[in-house]
């Protein structure tokens, strides 16, 4: 162990924020990944930046008085947040959940708050960071993990290490190009995965289909609302053995195993994680994108993955945010 290691204090608790676009987690995580004490509250995003700002200090100031801590006795605090997150600058230049931030510094009005070590990552590269750290992949050093939840998004593990690419925008799966002649994503581009696969795409297609009058069970679970169909009821009803939604998911299951095929031929990976909301639907998503992966990928790639589902539901990206900054702090 050098010197560093021990003076940096990479052993004490880290306070770490998931903040999403619905709401903001905080938790106090000790340096074994246990997590001590928790908050929840709304994000409440189009109250404006500084209302969320507010929040994310009343998050933090609940747990330190909880715990008893002082700002001086944690390892720091780390920030998990959906976007294009410039880690390096410690900005959030733009994200999808918190419209009207644009290369906001949070990471340094934290600094300047508590005065003590901070740090900022994308939400999916630090669950990738929490489901290899104590999640579905521990052991795992080359991981690949992919959330499919509203959007799609992901992060990469290579020899070990969160790969992030030159400027850490690296894994951003969702917007790899599955169909050239596809719709248009929110990205700008055409026939993105997340455009095809995400949940927000499962939905449209659901409420698209019954409104051209496609009998399904999914109407009587939203007691005809069919505007208010989320990817959540396809997914009821596709266990009910729906014949719609078992469609729909497959379609998306078929375009999610295109995408692994893609990942699995670049990177042959030991294993690909898969969390975010419609991981709940299981082996309906899962297992025909194992299958496609299985009759498309490069045999020996093929051979060499498992696809599996995330182990740390909604902990993932306050864990990973955590080990995001142990990580730092050794650097
Ligand atoms: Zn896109």
């Not at 608790?13 to 928790?38: E, F, Q």
């Not at 030991?270 to 082996?283: P, T």
């Not at 009759?295 to 993932?316: C, F, N, T």
């Amino acid at each position: 162990m050098t010197a560093k290691m021990v003076t940096e204090g990479h052993e004490l608790p880290v306070l770490a924020i998931d903040l999403g676009g619905t709401k903001i987690i905080s938790a106090m995580v000790a340096a074994d990944n246990r997590v001590l004490a928790k908050d929840y509250r709304l994000t409440l995003a189009d109250e404006g930046r500084t209302a969320v700002i507010n929040r994310i200090f009343a998050g933090i100031d609940t747990l330190l008085g909880q715990t008893g801590s002082l700002p001086a006795q944690l390892g720091g605090i780390s920030v998990a947040a959906a976007g294009a997150i410039d880690s390096a600058r410690g900005l959030i230049t733009v994200s999808p959940n918190l419209p009207g931030w644009r290369d906001v510094p949070l990471r340094d009005i934290l600094r300047g708050k508590y005065g003590i070590d901070t740090f900022l990552i994308n939400d999916a590269n630090a669950a990738a960071l929490g489901e290899h750290g104590c999640g579905a992949g521990v052991g795992v050093n080359n991981l690949i993990y992919v959330t499919v939840s509203t959007g799609i998004g992901g992060g990469i593990i290579i020899d070990g290490k969160l790969y992030s690419g030159a400027c850490g925008s690296a894994g951003e799966i969702g917007h790899m190009t599955i169909d050239v002649n596809g719709p248009r994503c929110s990205c700008g581009n055409i026939g993105c995965l997340e455009v095809l696969a995400s949940g927000t795409a499962v939905a449209k297609e659901a409420i698209e289909r019954v409104s051209r009058g496609e009998s399904s069970s999914i109407t009587d679970i939203v007691e005809g609302k069919v505007a208010n169909i989320t990817a959540k009821e396809v997914g009821m009803a596709a266990q009910q053995g729906d014949a719609l939604a078992l469609d729909i998911i497959s379609k998306a299951a078929t375009y999610l195993g295109v995408g692994l095929v893609n990942l699995v031929n670049i990177f042959n990976p030991e294993m690909i994680v898969v969390g975010g909301g419609m991981s709940k639907m299981g082996d309906f998503l899962l297992e025909p994108a194992r299958q496609l992966v299985a009759g498309r990928a490069m045999p020996l790639s093929a051979g060499a993955v498992r696809i599996v589902k995330a182990e740390l539901g909604e902990d993932s990206g306050v864990l990973g945010a955590a080990i995001f900054a142990r990580q730092q702090k050794l650097v």
